[in-house]
C-alpha cells in the first residue's frame, strides 16, 4: 500500500489536519472512511494514523504511532544528463526508487531536450509521487544546471565523482570499494551518445573517475538505476 506524504497538513500534538491536495486524494480519489488506517511521512518522522473525522474540507487523523524516517543506505547522488522527456521521466522514477539523496540534471553537450523552470517542477512531483508509491518515504530535490560544468562549480559535490562510460577503467567494484557510509558518491550519466570529449576532460579534471559497467551498454534511462544498485549490493556484499 502506498505511504503518502504530509502536505497541505497540520500538526498539533497527536493529531494530524489533512487538507488541501492530500485532503483530495484520500477523500475523493482513494474514498476513505472513518475508522481506516493509513501511513503518512514528512522529513522528520512516519506517521500511522486512523482516521477520526472526516469534514467539508478537511480529514482529522489520531496518530497512532510515531516512527523515524527511513536513513539513507549510503550517501548517492546522479547527474542525469537531459534527454527525452518521458524518458527523463521514467529515470527519475526509477533513480527514486533506490533511495538517492538528490538528483542534478544538466543539459550536456549533446542533449536535444530544454528545460525549464516549470519542467524541473514536474520533475520534483513526480519525485514525490514515486517516493509515495515505493514507499521509500525519501524524496530527494531535484536541482537544474545548465551545463555539467555549472554543476562542478557549485558546492553540491565531494571528491568521490564517477562518470559511466564504455571507455572506463574503473568497474562499480571500485565505487563500491571506494564508498563510506559518510561520503557522498555522484554517477554522471551522460545523454544518448554520450559525453562529449570537452565534457569527459572537464569532469576528469575535478578529479572524476570513468566507470563502466561491465554487464552491458545501458540507455541513459536505465544507467543510473543500475549503477546505484549495484554498486549498494556490493556494498551490501563487504558488510
Known amino acids: 500500500m502506498a505511504i503518502y506524504y504530509l502536505r497541505d497538513s497540520k500538526i498539533e500534538g497527536n493529531t494530524i489536519l489533512a487538507e488541501g491536495e492530500l485532503f483530495h486524494h484520500l477523500k475523493n480519489v482513494l474514498r476513505i472512511r472513518k475508522g481506516e488506517e493509513l501511513s503518512l511521512f514528512n522529513d522528520e518522522n512516519i506517521f500511522q494514523v486512523k482516521v477520526k473525522d472526516i469534514e467539508k474540507d478537511?480529514?482529522?487523523?489520531?496518530?497512532?504511532?510515531?516512527?523515524?524516517?527511513?536513513s539513507i543506505?549510503?550517501?548517492?547522488?546522479?547527474?542525469?544528463?537531459?534527454?527525452?522527456?518521458?524518458e527523463l521521466e521514467l529515470a527519475i522514477r526509477?533513480?527514486?526508487?533506490?533511495?538517492?539523496?538528490?538528483?542534478?540534471?544538466?543539459?550536456?553537450?549533446?542533449?536535444?531536450?530544454?528545460?525549464?523552470?516549470?519542467?524541473?517542477?514536474?520533475?520534483?512531483?513526480?519525485?514525490?509521487?514515486?517516493?509515495?508509491?515505493?514507499?521509500?518515504?525519501?524524496?530527494?530535490?531535484?536541482?537544474?544546471?545548465?551545463?555539467?560544468?555549472?554543476?562542478?562549480?557549485?558546492?553540491?559535490?565531494?571528491?568521490n565523482l564517477f562518470v559511466l562510460s564504455p571507455n572506463g577503467k574503473y568497474s562499480l567494484k571500485d565505487?563500491?570499494?571506494?564508498?563510506?557510509?559518510?561520503?557522498?558518491?555522484?554517477?554522471?550519466?551522460g545523454p544518448e551518445g554520450g559525453f562529449s570529449e570537452k565534457e569527459i576532460n572537464t569532469l576528469?579534471?575535478?578529479?572524476?573517475?570513468?566507470?563502466?559497467?561491465?554487464?552491458?551498454?545501458?540507455?541513459?534511462?536505465?544507467?543510473g538505476v543500475v549503477a546505484i544498485l549495484t554498486t549498494l549490493e556490493l556494498i551490501a556484499l563487504q558488510d
Do not use: H, M
Open 175 to 189: 565505487v563500491a570499494s571506494a564508498t563510506n557510509k559518510n561520503s557522498e558518491t555522484t554517477f554522471f550519466v
Open 204 to 223: 576528469k579534471n575535478r578529479n572524476a573517475k570513468e566507470v563502466a559497467i561491465k554487464s552491458g551498454i545501458f540507455r541513459s534511462q536505465f544507467a
Open 94 to 159: 526509477l533513480i527514486v526508487s533506490t533511495g538517492v539523496k538528490k538528483i542534478f540534471v544538466f543539459r550536456g553537450e549533446r542533449s536535444d531536450t530544454k528545460i525549464t523552470a516549470s519542467y524541473i517542477e514536474r520533475l520534483n512531483e513526480i519525485a514525490l509521487n514515486t517516493a509515495e508509491q515505493s514507499e521509500v518515504c525519501l524524496v530527494p530535490k531535484i536541482e537544474y544546471f545548465e551545463t555539467v560544468e555549472d554543476l562542478l562549480n557549485s558546492d553540491e559535490l565531494n571528491e
Open 73 to 86: 543506505k549510503k550517501p548517492f547522488q546522479i547527474a542525469q544528463a537531459a534527454i527525452e522527456k518521458n
Open 58 to 70: 478537511s480529514l482529522t487523523l489520531q496518530i497512532e504511532n510515531r516512527l523515524p524516517p527511513k
